[in-house]
């Protein structure tokens, strides 16, 4: 019976972190729409989704109860998190659509209850395991739809040969081999998964050049390179201090040369200088974001489909645009000023323990809570990943800083400074 309910729970925890990257169903349920089917893909019924995640929420609630003493001891890890979690359902009571904040609130609620199950179910190491899991089937998936069914698994349209894999559009399967190729990484690091991780990287890398996602392929190129330099903290002083101060100046140099030469160099990449009009989304969006600076439009209200303020920056753009396609601006439209504070000094706290686990331990998977927050980062510059129900980057978000503050040489850490 043991050994029977520990496999219910692997396997539902796997299939969870497959259904939370969004696969499968966006794609299959809206018949292989493309862009320009945008009507197609709003309009679908998509409640056999939701049914979906609310059985996900009510099996992660009854898994967590099981071990609620437990749970409850890794909630007080991190109060910060919980608040800011509370404070966006608390957004219904001064929200600009209150009914959909009270049902967007709940599945984040949902969500984040599942990124908790997995960070008190599974250590560290295990989380790395189930991950290499679930990408290995987003992979098959995603290669052997493109190959068999490829009028699902790549797109037509203004972005003919693209390839999308299991996911709805190419910058979703980009974004998630960006985050699998960042996993394998660590993998290929570690000498007892070492083979299929080289396979996982390799597949990876070739889901996220056909899927022509240029913002994913310039994300995986800095993590590369974060990866690499966090890899250098591990070093002593002697060499590490003079290696990180060339990178610094490289980097500096190039951020300057990249002020200086910001459209040429866009344009060399094949980007237009806008980011695909991202720009002026950005700054119509923060035109917004000043009318209700301190406690935003409440919870997932700004860009719902009748939204009359996200309707005049639609019209601008000409488009249905979904989000304003940057983590903080949509944290700010939806939670204002007092939530993405509370937020960001909770990932700022968890980026300082996740160092000083990295600078005190030697093995590959303690690198992986500082990459992931570097992939986080960055995928929030043009996309939106922050607080997104139904996510898995906000579910891996949520497990990332409860194994950080719940590990025991975090704690072993904290009490010798305290010492010191």
Same mark, same amino acid.
């Given at each position: ?43 679908? =019924? ?150 299929? %991780? ?15 996602? %240029? ?72 035109? =917004? ?40 601006? =949509? ?59 139904? =996510? ?29």
């Amino acid at each position: 019976m043991k050994r029977f309910f520990i496999s219910f729970e692997k396997l539902f925890t796997v299939i969870s972190i497959v259904i939370y990257s969004g696969g499968f169903f966006k794609l299959v349920l809206s018949n292989g729409a493309n862009e320009e089917d945008l009507g197609i893909v709003q309009n679908n =019924d998509y409640s056999i989704v939701l049914l979906v995640y609310k059985l996900i929420y009510i099996i992660t609630f009854i898994l967590l109860s099981l071990r609620w003493k437990k749970v409850i001891h890794t909630l007080k890890k991190d109060k910060l998190i919980c608040l800011v979690i509370i404070y966006s359902a608390a957004s219904v009571l001064w929200s600009f659509d209150p009914q959909i904040t009270f049902t967007r609130s709940t599945a984040l609620v949902g969500t984040s209850l599942f990124g908790l199950y997995f960070a008190t179910r599974y250590s560290l190491e295990d989380q790395l395991k189930n991950l290499f899991l679930a990408f290995g089937l987003v992979i098959f998936f995603s290669f052997f739809t493109a190959i068999f069914l490829p009028k699902y698994g790549i797109m037509a349209g203004i972005h003919t040969g693209a390839w999308r894999g299991i996911y709805i559009h190419k910058n979703v399967l980009g974004k998630m081999m960006a985050l699998s190729s960042s996993l394998f990484l660590i993998g290929v690091n570690d000498k007892q998964h070492r083979i299929p %991780s080289y396979l996982g990287l390799s597949l990876s890398i070739i889901l996220l050049v056909f899927s022509k996602s %240029s913002s994913a392929i310039g994300a995986f190129f800095f993590l590369v390179i974060i990866f690499l330099i966090l890899k250098v903290f591990r070093w002593q002083y002697e060499l590490m201090i003079p290696v990180l101060i060339a990178v610094l100046f490289i980097g500096m140099s190039g951020l300057l040369f990249f002020t200086e030469h910001p459209d040429s160099l866009l344009i060399s990449v094949g980007k237009d200088p806008t980011l695909t009009g991202r720009t002026d989304l950005w700054l119509w969006a923060l035109d =917004d974001i000043l009318k209700r600076p301190w406690l935003g439009y409440g919870y997932g209200a700004f860009w719902q489909d009748l939204s009359i303020k996200a309707a005049s920056i639609r019209y601008a753009a000409g488009w249905h645009v979904p989000s304003a396609h940057n983590g903080l601006l =949509d944290l700010c439209l939806d939670i204002g000023i007092f939530g993405v504070v509370i937020l960001l000094i909770d990932i700022f706290r968890t980026s300082f323990q996740a160092f000083r686990l990295l600078r005190n331990t030697s093995l590959a998977i303690y690198i992986w809570p500082l990459l992931f927050l570097s992939n986080m980062i960055l995928a929030n510059i043009t996309e939106t990943t922050l607080m997104v129900r139904n =996510d898995l980057f906000w579910v891996i978000f949520i497990a990332v800083v409860f194994s950080v503050l719940s590990h025991p040489e975090t704690k072993r850490i904290t009490s010798t400074s305290k010492i010191i």
